[in-house]
């Protein structure tokens, strides 16, 4: 893996800080109606596209979700200003406004959705994993999910056959600790989620979700294990989200105490507090950052508003071929 330095911390804390200010820009957009629907934020769990891009072969490798999807496509190099454009249904959004927040897709960047589907992306990952094995491509398919996801059938079929062709896939469950409103102690039997990958024989770990460097070094672990050929990794990487599920989420089921907990181990403020501390940057330099970061969220949001609304061809020519 790629030496992990100071300049790499600039960059997470700012990948990191636009990502958490453009959800927060999308939720503004949400309750003055401007974006429709559904829309479910990634506010907390930053610091998992951060460590997991940086461990990938961003010339090769894929990545396929469920529908908390925003951020992960512009992790993976898709312009922000279309997937804004895509939340407020425009035609130069990235599926031309016609998939809305939970069908984000890139195949220029390979990010395939954006599923709303519970679990739905997981044998579909697979086949992207096996579709690169049979033209031996050396490309690596992360294929994420919520612990929700964890409890569906198709999860364990999947593990079953990318065990028994060695797929070059890693699974990885950003356990935020709630399946829509359920906790994970009362919808599973098991509640170190990693262990399920056991019963397949396939290496699995629980790592820190708030911290990218950790992930970076476990990601990378099992990328390079899949491209050699040695089959499959489960990462259960622990997060949390600090929004609701979704827009219409009234939280009955966590308290605030919870919440502020785990605010505390905010992955933004970590890294901006170890770059002060190993003072790679001042204060002064990171606030310009913070301002930076806010403008060309603006512009995205302009963009998005000028951009034409799709028209009823657009839909049958996109939907159907």
């Known amino acids: 893996m790629k030496e992990i ?26 309750l003055k109606q401007k974006i429709r629907g559904f829309l479910h934020l990634y506010n907390g769990q930053e610091a998992i596209p951060a460590g997991l891009t940086y461990a990938m ?44 927040s939970m069908h ?8 395939y959705g954006g599923h709303g589907i519970v679990g739905g992306q997981i044998p579909l990952g ?15 398919t992360l294929t994420l999910m919520g612990d929700g996801a964890v409890r569906q059938g198709s999860l364990h079929e999947t593990f079953n056959m990318a065990m028994m062709w060695k797929l ?45 460097e950790k992930i970076a070094k476990k990601a990378f672990f099992a990328i390079d294990k899949a491209r050699k050929g040695e089959g ?10 600090y929004r609701g599920h979704s827009m219409s989420d009234s939280e009955l089921y966590r308290s605030k105490e919870e919440v ?25 330099n990171l606030y310009l ?12 949001v302009e963009f998005a508003e000028k951009s034409e609304l799709p028209s009823l061809k657009d839909m049958f020519d996109v939907v159907y071929e």
């Open 232 to 241: 499959a990794t489960f990462l259960e990487i622990r997060t949390y989200r």
């Open 289 to 300: 950052v913070e301002e930076q970061v806010k403008k060309e969220i603006n512009y995205c």
């Open 168 to 212: 070059p896939i890693v699974f990885i469950c950003e356990n935020n600790k709630y399946a829509m409103g359920t906790s994970v102690e009362r919808s599973s039997n098991i509640e170190k989620i990693y262990k399920i990958a056991s019963a397949y024989g396939m290496k699995s770990f629980a790592i820190d979700g708030m911290n990218p």
């Open 5 to 30: 330095t100071a300049n790499t911390y600039l960059k997470w804390f700012k990948d990191m800080f636009f990502w958490r200010k453009f959800e927060d820009k999308c939720r503004s957009l949400y």
């Open 104 to 111: 984000i897709f890139s195949k220029k960047n390979r990010f």
């Open 126 to 140: 697979a086949g992207i994993a096996f579709a690169d094995k049979y033209f031996n491509r050396k490309s690596v």
């Open 57 to 100: 072969n961003n010339s090769k490798d894929n990545m396929i979700t469920a529908y908390r999807c925003h951020i992960l496509p512009i992790s993976m190099g898709v312009d922000p200003k279309l997937i804004m454009a895509e939340l407020l249904g425009k035609k130069t959004g990235t599926s031309k406004g016609i998939g809305g």
């Open 260 to 284: 502020t907990f785990f605010k505390k181990k905010d992955p933004i403020l970590k890294i901006r507090n170890f770059i002060l501390k190993n003072k790679w940057e001042t204060e002064k």
